[in-house]
């Protein structure tokens, strides 16, 4: 089985309470792909400036992710500016810089196309739709989103909506998205217009998954997975791509989609997300085995068992 996902590869420039970094390898495809590499077969399709060099493709090298797809414009890449010092749950955006996203035509490589999942990761919602319509033969479509596109690119981001199995947000973009402040309440509005399958993420305290009700009868369902509490959150950045990577990558290496695959999807997008907030920018995950994975996914069990 692999992803294909498309989404920000970027460089961000990050402060949080652990310290400052310049232009780090950032991006929600980036996280995204790196984290959903320890499961299945990922392949990405954005767009990189002149900047972006061999040390930058090295990252994805290593994760044998096929880049294939990573196209190559003249003028600088996606760069991205926020900080976490108020609170390490949602980021402040200090500066966003388009660059070369801002002409993009995204092409999808001829290899790419017997994909059997989709991953939409937070970047323009017109974008996010070219791809989407472009891999009509997919069989499950996942996607993600943020404040930013929600503010200022609601009408297109409806559309996106329209086409999405599953949608992954945090809980501000959630009641944002819905006008209503109520979880449930925006999680039932949120499905209306067009998910089935909603995730919402809480931070540093776990996330939702929230199911519509079936056509056969079955009644709408809810799951929860914690977070696992940690002695240091060194960066936020990225914790929210990494847990829809082993969230999305744990569920296309499952042989059927049932609804355990669900839950354990949302512990392993749990995992995925606890290891990246570690260190800054991308460096745990460059770093992680697929046993610490196990072990960690086991500590989550072990938190929440009763018996
Ligand atoms: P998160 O997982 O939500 O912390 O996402 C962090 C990543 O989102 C950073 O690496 C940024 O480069 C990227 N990012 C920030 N703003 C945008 C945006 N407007 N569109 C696409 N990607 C973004």
Redesign the pocket.
Known sequence: MSITVV??V???SIETPAGRRERCL???A??FSLAASFFTDVRVIAVVGEDFGPEQESVFQARNIDTQGIERAPGKS???E?SYLENLNE?K?HN?E?NV?AAFEPKIPVSYRDSEFLFL????PVLQRRVRDAMPGVKLVAG?T?N??IKDHRPALLEVLKGLDILLI?DTEARMLAGNNNLVRAARAVMAMGPQSLVIKHGEYGASLFQSATGNGAASKTFKAPALPLDEVVD?????????GGFFGYLASQPELTPGAFRRAMFYGSTMGSF?VERF?TERLQQLSRNEIEERFNAFRELTHLD
């Open positions: 989404g920000s970027a460089y961000d950032g991006g929600a980036t996280y996606f760069f991205w926020g980021a955006t966003t388009l996203f990761a937070n970047i323009d993600d943020m930013y596109w945090n936020p950045t990225g914790a929210g791509d990494s847990f829809a990246a920018g």
